[in-house]
């Protein structure tokens, strides 16, 4: 056996991994398993992203590369989103670059800033590729808890200063996820403050600014005067425009950093295929009044899983945004996993233990809303069975 890099010692299996096969051991053996683990949303595109894909790909000469950083329509639309949805105004061709799904886009950031003994400030719970992009590149994580007491936001001022001399970029994700949580506009304001003041790159994750309820509707932190000098942001179709198999993502903001992960990414991948552009910038541009109908679906659930929870004995909040719950596990369990394991193999439902995203996970499960609304009535009869 030819001996792994030495980076390889920190990656760890990704947790839906593991998870996906132990669901596929007890399918084979007869059990019925409903999922709401994974944030994969069930439902599809509209009918004009869809047809737009279609038609493209069915064009011969829209089969070859598509560009580094694909065309200039292409990362066009995300600016022309990104004005008409938050008023901010971007470059296209210096504070925008397409990504391969965001996921890709959280490495290459890792990868291009951080060097041995630099710091990540990483949201605790948090998504798990914020740590797992910080440790591979060789860079330190430090875990800044989100506690209900403060609303699931960090406490900025608790992060030590020798610390904060080591760090150079933060990561932050609002709408959240696992939390559901939101942030106001006061906090990403303090946020910005705070990284500029620190010469720290504010990476703020925002897929799921689609996804809100009862009109709410998401900020960008790109909206805070400044934040073009110290923040980028990751903006993804997965969950906004049910797009997550097509691998749609962006970076917007810091025109320095764009050009710095650019240069990186364009030595490690190529752009999407001329399809997906075309029917991104279908998804971006055109009518967008079917996301409000598609919300109303992800309510349905949320109403259902939250009363599902609270009559199993949990503690829910109702969650303003994301396609997420978030919910303290019984009194009668001592662990996360206990109850997700129990649910698993005694009642076929799977569930996201909370310290998949962290320590401070513990005690919370994650529930996902992207299941046919008639699996999740039948996981909450299970639950509270």
């Known amino acids: 056996m030819i001996a792994p890099s030495q980076r390889m010692s920190v990656v760890k299996p990704y947790v839906f991994a593991k998870l996906n096969k132990r669901k596929d051991e007890l399918k084979a053996g007869g059990m019925d398993i409903i999922a709401l683990d994974m944030g994969s949303p069930d439902l599809p595109p509209s009918e004009a ?4 894909l279609v038609k493209s790909a069915r064009t011969p000469t829209k089969h070859g590369y598509g560009g580094f950083t694909g065309t200039a329509t292409y990362r066009k639309s995300f600016t022309q989103y990104y004005a008409r949805r938050f008023g901010v105004d971007l470059n296209p061709e210096k504070e925008a670059l397409p990504l391969l799904g965001s996921k890709e ?3 290459h950031t890792a990868f291009a800033y951080l060097n041995p003994g630099d710091v990540a400030l990483v949201p605790d719970p948090g998504y798990p590729t914020y740590t797992a992009g910080t440790e591979i590149a060789g860079g330190t994580p430090y875990f800044m808890p989100l506690l209900k007491q403060n609303g ?8 030590p200063a020798g610390v904060l001399a080591k760090t150079k970029l933060m990561w932050l994700n609002y709408p959240n996820n696992p939390t559901a949580a939101i942030a106001p506009m006061s906090f990403f304001e303090k946020v910005v403050a705070f990284c500029k003041q620190n010469n720290i790159l504010l990476c703020h994750d925002n897929p799921y600014c689609e996804n ?3 009109g709410y509707m998401a900020p960008s932190v790109l909206q805070i005067p400044g934040a073009k000098d110290t923040a980028i942001e990751f903006f993804s179709l997965s969950k906004s425009h049910n797009m997550a198999g097509m691998r749609v993502g962006v970076i917007l903001g810091n025109a320095d950093a764009v050009k710095t992960i650019g ?3 364009t030595n490690v991948d190529s752009g999407p295929f001329i399809g997906v552009q075309d029917a991104t910038i279908a998804a971006l541009t055109g009518d967008q009044e079917w996301l409000f109908e598609r919300q109303e679906t992800y309510k349905e659930r949320r109403d259902l899983v939250v009363a599902g929870l609270r009559a199993a004995g949990c503690e829910v909040e109702m969650p303003k945004a994301t396609i997420y719950v978030w919910a303290r596990i019984p009194s009668a369990y001592k662990t996360s ?3 997700a394991e129990y649910l698993l193999e005694k009642k076929g439902v799977s569930l996201t233990p909370g310290t998949a995203f962290g320590a401070q996970g513990e005690g919370y499960v994650r529930i996902s809303l992207g299941t ?8 909450m009869a299970r639950i509270a069975g």
Do not use: N
Request: net charge negative; charged share 30%.
């Open 263 to 265: 240069t990186l990414k």
């Open 105 to 107: 886009g959280i490495y």
């Open 212 to 214: 809100g309820y009862d």
């Open 152 to 159: 699931w936001l960090p406490d900025l001022d608790a992060i």
């Open 372 to 379: 046919p609304t008639p699996r999740v009535k039948e996981a």
């Open 337 to 339: 996993s206990e109850w």
């Open 49 to 52: 992203i869809v047809d737009t």
